[in-house]
């Protein structure tokens, strides 16, 4: 089929996107599903740091590329020996694609699955087809995904059957912020009710990482950032303090509020700086649960001797700790339930003809999660 779709040629091109346009609205060619493929109407796909990063290089990818990664959708063709998912499916679309039956699989960590890993470093489905073409040749798929188009061909396992009754244009966040985010929380750092915490950095997956200690029970709460609109909002949906990253008696505030530290730091920034604001957060005992992904060439330097004597650690939590099949629906559950208010995230809903501005948006701090609606 012929369809339109955002196309990125050249990865490095400087801001404003507005002015470089970075990202060029094509009409391409996709074709069906091969076998364990399943054919996507995309209905709305979020802009995320990660493509944001991928645009300015921080990320390289082959191109030119299809680029996209959070997305919700409806099932409208499968292809041979697809079993999960029939037509007319609601799914939210996931970056990992896992294999099922891998070590990390059995024991429900699929986001460390690394089946896909080669794939999507070719620009590949996990099959090794491409199923993207633009004038002579063939185009890459963005993360197996590539849901910046009206339609995409993804591998079922990329896929997650949902609920109806939930909006897709909400849905879509719970493919990549939402996990991320509420992810940290619940399985990374298994916070239990009464425990304290701290958000650093108030974009998509930690306003989200906030919700998750919200709904945990944690308290206090505390919302960090350099952006003051950030923090108001972030009060608003339920943390109990704010404090500007930018304050030199930022960590002094923190441990006042909390009696010497908290029990847990989200970093959510992607930045060193953003660690090392999380790592003076923190009480005795207390832990930096990491889910920003900084510049691969960049490390932090910390002093070995006080994490051995006051007990403290930093960990890692790519996309959450989740298993997508899992979490996605419990989640979902709890946003209808009125737990995880994701909806009040979005920043408003964007035309094919928008997405370079809306990645200007992005850059500047000026939205939280902005969502491309292909088919307006």
Same mark, same amino acid.
């Given at each position: 089929?012929?369809?339109?779709?955002?196309?990125?040629?050249?990865?490095?091109?400087?801001?404003? %996107?507005?002015?470089?346009?970075p990202i060029q609205i094509e009409e391409v060619e996709l074709d069906g599903p091969g076998e364990g493929e399943v054919l996507i109407e995309v209905v709305a796909a979020g802009l995320c740091h990660s493509d944001l990063s991928t645009i300015e290089n921080l990320r390289p990818r082959k191109v030119p590329t299809v680029i996209g990664h959070e997305a919700a959708g409806i099932v409208r063709e499968v292809g041979a020996g697809v079993r999960r998912l029939k037509v007319g499916d609601h799914v939210v679309a996931t970056f990992v694609a896992s294999c099922g039956c891998c070590r990390y699989c059995i024991d429900h960590r699929a986001n460390l699955c690394t089946a896909s890993w080669t794939s999507r470093a070719e620009g590949t489905l996990q099959s090794g087809a491409r199923r993207l073409k633009f004038g002579k040749g063939d185009l890459h798929h963005y993360t197996g995904l590539s849901t910046f188009a009206e339609y995409a061909v993804v591998s079922e396992s990329s896929l997650v059957s949902i609920r109806k009754d939930v909006p897709l244009e909400v849905a879509a966040l719970f493919g990549c912020a939402v996990v991320t985010g509420v992810g940290a929380v619940f399985n990374t750092a298994a916070l239990r009710p009464g425990q304290s915490a701290a958000v650093v950095g108030l974009g998509g997956v930690g306003l989200n990482a906030l919700l998750g200690a919200?709904?945990?029970?944690? %308290?206090?709460?505390?919302?960090?950032?350099?952006n003051p609109e950030k923090l108001e909002l972030a009060k608003s949906l339920g943390a109990s303090?704010?404090?500007?990253?930018?304050?030199?008696?930022?960590?002094?505030?923190?441990k006042d509020l909390t009696n010497g530290g908290v029990d847990f730091a989200f970093e959510a920034a992607g930045s060193i700086p953003a660690v090392h604001t999380a790592y003076q957060c923190l009480a005795r005992g207390g832990t930096v649960i990491s889910s920003g992904l900084p510049d691969p060439t960049k490390t932090y330097a910390y002093n070995h001797a006080p994490l051995v004597s006051d007990e403290k650690s930093i960990r890692g939590s790519y996309m959450g700790g989740c298993d997508p099949r899992r979490d996605v629906p419990r989640y979902l559950n709890l946003y209808l339930a009125g737990k995880l208010p994701v909806d009040r995230l979005r920043s408003g809903d964007l035309t094919f003809e928008q997405i370079n501005q809306g990645f200007d948006a992005l850059a500047l701090g000026k939205v939280v999660r902005q969502t491309l609606r292909p088919h307006q």
């Amino acid at each position: 089929m012929k369809m339109k779709a955002a196309v990125l040629f050249e990865q490095g091109l400087p801001a404003p %996107y507005a002015i470089s346009q970075p990202i060029q609205i094509e009409e391409v060619e996709l074709d069906g599903p091969g076998e364990g493929e399943v054919l996507i109407e995309v209905v709305a796909a979020g802009l995320c740091h990660s493509d944001l990063s991928t645009i300015e290089n921080l990320r390289p990818r082959k191109v030119p590329t299809v680029i996209g990664h959070e997305a919700a959708g409806i099932v409208r063709e499968v292809g041979a020996g697809v079993r999960r998912l029939k037509v007319g499916d609601h799914v939210v679309a996931t970056f990992v694609a896992s294999c099922g039956c891998c070590r990390y699989c059995i024991d429900h960590r699929a986001n460390l699955c690394t089946a896909s890993w080669t794939s999507r470093a070719e620009g590949t489905l996990q099959s090794g087809a491409r199923r993207l073409k633009f004038g002579k040749g063939d185009l890459h798929h963005y993360t197996g995904l590539s849901t910046f188009a009206e339609y995409a061909v993804v591998s079922e396992s990329s896929l997650v059957s949902i609920r109806k009754d939930v909006p897709l244009e909400v849905a879509a966040l719970f493919g990549c912020a939402v996990v991320t985010g509420v992810g940290a929380v619940f399985n990374t750092a298994a916070l239990r009710p009464g425990q304290s915490a701290a958000v650093v950095g108030l974009g998509g997956v930690g306003l989200n990482a906030l919700l998750g200690a919200v709904a945990a029970g944690a %308290y206090p709460v505390i919302a960090i950032d350099m952006n003051p609109e950030k923090l108001e909002l972030a009060k608003s949906l339920g943390a109990s303090h704010a404090v500007l990253a930018s304050d030199p008696n930022m960590a002094e505030q923190v441990k006042d509020l909390t009696n010497g530290g908290v029990d847990f730091a989200f970093e959510a920034a992607g930045s060193i700086p953003a660690v090392h604001t999380a790592y003076q957060c923190l009480a005795r005992g207390g832990t930096v649960i990491s889910s920003g992904l900084p510049d691969p060439t960049k490390t932090y330097a910390y002093n070995h001797a006080p994490l051995v004597s006051d007990e403290k650690s930093i960990r890692g939590s790519y996309m959450g700790g989740c298993d997508p099949r899992r979490d996605v629906p419990r989640y979902l559950n709890l946003y209808l339930a009125g737990k995880l208010p994701v909806d009040r995230l979005r920043s408003g809903d964007l035309t094919f003809e928008q997405i370079n501005q809306g990645f200007d948006a992005l850059a500047l701090g000026k939205v939280v999660r902005q969502t491309l609606r292909p088919h307006q």
